[in-house]
């Protein structure tokens, strides 16, 4: 079979260097990669680098092997082109269709996916005329990617960092095995809670699950490559935080309350796949509990946290949100399940087993979406992804109009 062809574009930005990585990412799961690199970017990786790992000619402009047609060709045979970074003088020439050397014409002849990952100084991202631009390459269907926050070039921090070449690599990778120009979830906020609470008792301990957190962010990956605009609450998972999406970090229940609410407001999808405390220990000692052989020893009181899912359900944030639960059930998975979709009165719950091996921390799962319509849709066994998938397209199906 013939290699999947990408195009990799690099602006000039300081973060050029971490497109190195990401072409030896691609190169090495099997794509084909042409790197177009803007003559500005030579200044950080020069040319020799890119040829050298792509095992391909470079050229910035379109004047070297022109009874090649390199201008139209390149963009033309690619299956995506990815632009990583993509500097805010790269966001505008695209959006306005300027086409002075090889990698913008390339982007007006491409007729495949399109992945930006923008990386710039926060001001820079923020500008209007920026959040215009990077609109407008949205509205068209391609995929810019949320810079990441963190530290910037010097000293400053901020959002605007290239993110993770590893996680755009996964945001490429699942643009590429769909391979549609416009994506479904281009223009909706969607939400995610992803992870398991844990209700602290003291300093040192606390109540937790083993909720690994994996589908929550299989979920935030696809949505991302479907277009969408993500915010990720996060509890205590310790996985990198996915390209593109805003991540929030939470501890407790409570915390996990909070942040969800807050960003629900306007977003036209929630997805509460985190495993949240059922209850808390009623009361936090500020020092560590001992055991002392002249007490009795302690009995934890529990006080129920509130549920989240049924609050959201009840209380939409947003005219026509999709609310989504999951359950994790040992016996009788779909009854319990059934009646867990009526009690919390959410539009789709994801239902699948769980027992000591299954699920929780694997890379695969098996699960059954109920809908409050009585639909009924089987997703058979496979990487969190491909559930991840199918749930999209379930929550896009209910969009309206
Ligand atoms: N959930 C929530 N808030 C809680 C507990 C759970 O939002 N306090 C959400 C979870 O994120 C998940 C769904 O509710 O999407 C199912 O959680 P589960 O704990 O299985 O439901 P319970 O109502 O607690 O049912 P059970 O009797 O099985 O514990």
């Not at 306007?266 to 052989?293: E, H, L, N, Q, S």
């Amino acid at each position: 079979m013939e290699k999947p062809k990408v195009v990799l574009g690099v602006s000039g930005g300081i973060a050029a260097y971490k497109a190195c990585e990401l072409l030896r990412r691609l190169t090495e799961s099997g794509h084909d990669v042409t790197v177009v690199p803007t003559a500005a970017s030579l200044h950080f990786v020069g040319a020799a680098t890119w040829s050298a790992l792509s095992g391909h000619p470079v050229s910035t402009e379109v004047w070297n092997d022109v009874h090649e047609v390199p201008h139209v060709r390149t963009g033309q045979a690619a299956d995506l082109v990815v632009v990583a970074p993509a500097t805010a003088d790269m966001l505008a020439k695209a959006a306005h269709g300027l086409a002075d050397d090889l990698l913008t014409n390339t982007l007006l002849t491409a007729r495949c996916p399109v992945v930006f990952a923008p990386a710039m100084h926060t001001e820079m991202w923020e500008h209007p005329a920026t959040q215009e631009n990077v609109a407008t390459l949205r509205r068209r269907g391609a995929v810019v990617i949320e810079p990441a926050v963190g530290r910037l070039t010097g000293v400053d921090t901020g959002k605007g960092r290239l993110p993770d070449p590893a996680e755009i690599f996964e945001v490429c990778r699942r643009v590429l095995s769909r391979g549609v120009t416009a994506p479904d979830l281009a223009g909706r906020h969607v939400v995610i809670s992803a992870g398991g609470t844990r209700e602290p008792l003291d300093p040192v301990r606390y109540l937790g699950n083993r909720s690994s957190g994996k589908q929550g962010y299989a979920l935030a990956r696809t949505a991302v490559a479907r277009g969408a605009r993500v915010t990720l609450i996060e509890a205590n998972t310790g996985l990198p935080d996915p390209a593109g999406a805003d991540v929030v970090h939470v501890g407790t229940a409570i915390q996990l309350r909070e942040a969800v609410l807050k960003a629900a407001a306007g977003a036209d999808a929630v997805v509460m796949a985190a495993a949240v405390a059922d209850f808390r220990p009623a009361a936090y000692a500020t020092g560590k509990i001992k055991k002392r052989d002249d007490r009795a020893d302690p009995v934890i009181e529990l006080v129920r946290n509130p549920d989240i899912l049924a609050e959201l359900s009840t209380e939409r944030a947003a005219p026509g949100q999709v609310v989504v639960g999951f359950a994790a059930e040992t016996d009788d998975v779909l009854a319990n399940g059934r009646e867990k979709l009526r009690r919390k009165g959410c539009d789709l719950l994801v239902v699948n087993e769980v027992g000591e091996r299954k699920t929780f921390g694997s890379e695969e799962n098996e699960a059954v979406v109920l809908a409050a319509d009585g639909g009924e849709t089987a997703v058979p066994y496979g990487p969190k992804e491909g559930l991840a998938d199918t749930l999209w397209g379930l929550v896009a199906a209910r969009f309206p109009g």
